[in-house]
């Protein structure tokens, strides 16, 4: 059980013969995968996202939000378009 978890996913669901849709650069961040209507989407952990950005491309806090809103999660591509879970919905601490 020690795998990723982007390779147990990809080995769940070549089992059961369905596909999803994947941000690129952001495997760390995926929690899992939930079933909209009759469609699978895939959910990220979105404070992880953020801290992806700030430790790979060296953002502050603040630009990481405003790209990962903007080019991440308010791309929408269709159906399979991935969720962000937001675990706490109290402003974040300054």
């Known amino acids: 059980m020690n795998e990723p978890s982007r390779t147990r996913l990809d080995a769940w669901l070549q089992s059961r013969e ?3 849709l994947t941000p690129d650069g952001f ?3 995926l929690i899992g995968v939930a079933q909209v ?5 895939a959910i990220y952990d979105r404070e992880k996202c953020l ?3 700030q430790q790979r491309d060296g953002m502050s806090y603040e630009d990481a939000e405003e790209f990962f ?3 991440v999660q308010g791309a929408y591509v ?3 378009t991935p969720g962000f879970l937001v675990w706490r919905v ?3 601490e300054q």
Not at 37 to 41: A, K
């Open 37 to 41: 209507f009759n469609t699978l989407v």
């Open 18 to 20: 369905e596909n999803i």
């Open 51 to 53: 801290t992806i950005l």
């Open 78 to 80: 269709g159906e399979q």
């Open 90 to 92: 109290e402003e974040r």
């Open 69 to 71: 809103e903007f080019n």
């Open 27 to 29: 495997d760390d961040a």
